[in-house]
């Protein structure tokens, strides 16, 4: 692959992140609709590799490509909410159980990491930076699995998470302290290869974070009355 392409591919790549970033994290309004101009302006990237990340987006459903009138954000309906909660605890929760199973050291360093990281930050009640980090963390479990499908699963998974969740957590300390004391659960019981206590932490986390942010719709869910 010569230069040309490749400088080509890491600004499509760039702009990706850049444009799904603003999406998740809502500097994009929801349903608004934005020219390819806007786009390249804000993001500052040209519209050869905007206009590919953008069909990408389209393709995973972040965005809807109106001929003639702009690129407008797609908002997450209920529905499809309710989808996303009940996919991510199931995904996640034997994430958790598979990770106590096959976790390598430099898994483990990974996720103390993360821990170590939100620990660290709370105080700044920084609610984007926080919740790159929480993430950061239920990915690092997802790759601790070693399965590059439950991986890249778990990443989308939160990618679409992140577009409707209610993102008021991190801006209270008391509850941001209250996930990360779940988080360390987690990872106690994974690092001490405990499956079961691993996949029951991680459902009992989500269901709590569920509660917090997301109740009218968790309450709708085919799962919040079964033991799962």
């Known amino acids: 692959m010569d230069s040309e392409n490749i400088d080509k591919q890491t600004y499509k790549e760039k702009a990706y992140l850049l444009i799904k970033d603003a999406i998740m994290f809502n500097k994009f309004r929801v349903e608004g609709i ?45 529905g499809k909410a309710k989808d996303i909660l009940e ?6 929760t034997n994430n958790a159980y598979f990770a106590a199973t096959v976790l390598d050291k430099s ?42 499908i439950f991986y890249k699963q778990t990443c989308l998974i939160l990618d679409n998470y992140l577009r409707f969740e ?14 990360f004391e779940e988080h360390k659960t987690i990872a106690e019981a994974i690092f001490n290869r405990d499956c079961k206590n691993a996949n029951k932490s991680m459902k009992s986390h989500l269901i709590k974070s569920y509660n917090r942010t997301l109740k009218d719709i968790w309450e709708k869910s085919i799962l919040y009355n079964l033991k799962i």
């Open 34 to 78: 934005y020219s390819q101009d806007d786009i390249c302006n804000e993001i500052e990237i040209s519209k050869t590799p905007v206009r590919e990340a953008l069909l990408q987006l389209q393709n995973e459903g972040f965005v809807k490509i109106l001929r003639g009138k702009g690129v407008q954000i797609v908002p997450v309906n209920d």
């Open 87 to 92: 996919t991510r605890l199931l995904l996640e």
């Open 107 to 148: 898994g483990m360093i990974e996720i103390k990491k993360c821990l170590d990281d939100l620990e660290s930050s709370l105080h700044l009640k920084d609610s984007i930076s926080l919740y790159v980090i929480d993430h950061a963390f239920h990915k690092s479990i997802a790759k601790g699995t070693k399965n590059e």
């Open 166 to 179: 209610n993102k008021n957590v991190y801006n209270n300390l008391i509850d941001g302290k209250k996930v």
